[in-house]
């Protein structure tokens, strides 16, 4: 069993694609995976086709008694084996510190749950507040999603400082997964620059695997199933770049 914080420091370089992406692979090898949805935007949510549901990431983080996560498990629209436990807006109101043991409700509300599954991945909200915290402190290793921009190697180097903050104060266990460029256009200068640019400053630490920008992803979204099942070539150039992360996540 392997509990993945997926982060990432701003909205739109596809973190929720990167959460969706390895659940597909999970899926395709018949694992049982569970997608925690901490993003309020509740795109995992709405991806995973989750029927109506009462209780949400919300109320769990409310409560926080050991185990209460089991009662806001949902079936997804991909199958029995991936379950989520959705979201909602009104989860941005817990991105704030809450009083002692705030960062490790999530945690705590998780206990006896994650070993159902083989894979727990934990979609953060794109900012370090309270929730991504709450991811940290639940997570055996945390994934950076990014994109080859402008921005990329700074965004980096404050997502492994939180991690290695929260390591230190949340959760001895966590470590750095590495980080996964997304949505790159193999063929453009800049992102060639980006790419070379991050691996110098990581060494080892940026995912041999890329995940190339394709149509395919947003279709496979839009139709509510993996984009290991849509039959296209572009996404078989996804499929194959999230199965590596998901061997190497294992493999650790």
Same mark, same amino acid.
């Given at each position: 069993?392997t ?6 420091l701003?909205?739109?370089v596809?973190?929720?694609?990167a959460?969706?992406?390895l659940?597909?692979a999970?899926?395709a ?7 925690? $949805?901490?993003?309020?935007?509740a795109?995992?949510?709405? /991806? ?5 549901h009462?209780y ?7 409560d /926080?008694r ?15 084996r991936?379950?989520?436990?959705p979201?909602?807006? /009104?989860?941005?109101?817990r ?5 002692d043991? +705030?960062?490790?409700?999530?945690? +705590?509300a998780?206990?006896?749950v ?9 979609d953060?909200?794109?900012?370090? $507040?309270?929730?991504?915290?709450n ?7 945390a994934?950076i999603?990014?994109?080859?921009g402008?921005?990329a190697l700074?965004?980096a $180097?404050?997502a ?7 390591r ?5 266990r966590?470590?750095a997964?590495g ?12 992102h060639?620059?980006r ?17 190339p920008?394709?149509a395919a992803v ?5 139709a509510?199933v993996p ?5 296209s070539?572009?996404?078989? $150039?996804v499929?194959e ?5 998901l061997?190497?996540?294992? +493999?650790?």
């Open positions: 069993m509990t993945v914080a997926v982060l990432s701003k909205g739109g596809g973190k929720t694609t959460v969706l992406g659940a597909g999970g899926w090898r018949d694992l049982r995976v569970l997608v925690v $949805d901490l993003d309020p935007q795109n995992a949510t709405a /991806a995973l086709d989750v029927p109506f009462a949400t990431t919300g109320d769990v983080l409310a /926080a050991p185990g209460i996560a089991s009662a806001a498990l949902q079936p997804s629209g991909w199958g029995p991936i379950h989520v436990l979201s909602e807006e /009104a989860l941005a109101h991105n704030r510190p809450e009083g043991g +705030s960062a490790t409700r999530l945690r +705590s998780l206990q006896g994650v070993s159902s599954y083989d894979l727990i991945l934990v953060c909200p794109p900012s370090l $507040d309270e929730l991504t915290r991811a940290l402190a639940a997570a055996d290793t994934l999603v990014t994109e080859p402008f921005f700074q965004g $180097d404050r492994l400082l939180a991690i290695e903050a929260a230190g104060a949340l959760n001895l966590l470590t997964a980080i996964l460029l997304n949505r790159v256009r193999a063929n453009l200068t800049e060639q620059f790419e070379a640019e991050l691996r110098a400053a990581h060494p080892g630490l940026v995912f041999d695997a890329v995940v920008e394709r947003q279709q496979a979204q839009g509510g984009i290991q099942a849509w039959p070539p572009g996404a078989r $150039d499929v770049a999230f199965d590596d992360v061997e190497t996540l294992l +493999s650790r």
